[in-house]
């Protein structure tokens, strides 16, 4: 059984992990070009069946939809993702992925793998294993979907 001490240091030590991969994120993405929140956006339209609307990306940024707006704009000025027109709907539009998105999610990929490897490298196999699982119970649930 936890204490409220114990519980309070575990969720310092939580958000500790959390600053720390933030930092090695953030130097990870700067040669690439994008910050956090844009990898994050490539990520959702890269994992969707079909081009989300932006509506769809903000339900599951959790942001309002005037943040996934500058988000989108500065993708698209970067050639990364493209605005198109709903094919049932003129009023919606969708994002979709352009071929220098798919390449810039390939080294995000590849950045994240890095990132990662820094901070678990002390854990064993089998460790990284039981943390997996501890945090997909933390985290998985039930969520919007594209």
Do not use: F, W, Y
């Not at 409220?4 to 990870?28: K, N, V, W």
């Not at 500058?70 to 709907?89: A, K, M, Q, Y």
């Not at 064993?124 to 998985?140: C, F, I, S």
């Amino acid at each position: 059984m936890s204490t409220p001490d114990a519980d309070g240091l575990l969720a310092e030590q939580l958000l500790r992990l959390t600053r720390r991969l933030h930092r090695i994120q953030r130097r990870q993405l700067e040669p690439i070009g994008i910050t956090p929140a844009q990898s994050r956006l490539l990520r959702i339209v890269a994992h969707c069946d079909r081009p989300p609307r932006m509506a769809d990306l903000a339900e599951r940024l959790e942001v309002v939809p005037r943040a996934v707006t500058t988000l989108v704009d500065g993708l698209e000025s970067s050639g990364r993702v493209r605005r198109v027109p709903d094919p049932t709907n003129r009023r919606v539009t969708r994002i979709e992925l352009t071929d220098k998105g798919r390449t810039a999610l390939r080294a995000l990929r590849s950045a994240r793998r890095a990132a990662v490897e820094d901070v678990l490298a002390p854990l064993t196999p089998e460790q990284r294993e039981v943390l997996g699982g501890l945090l997909a119970t933390l985290v998985d649930g039930p969520g919007p979907h594209c």
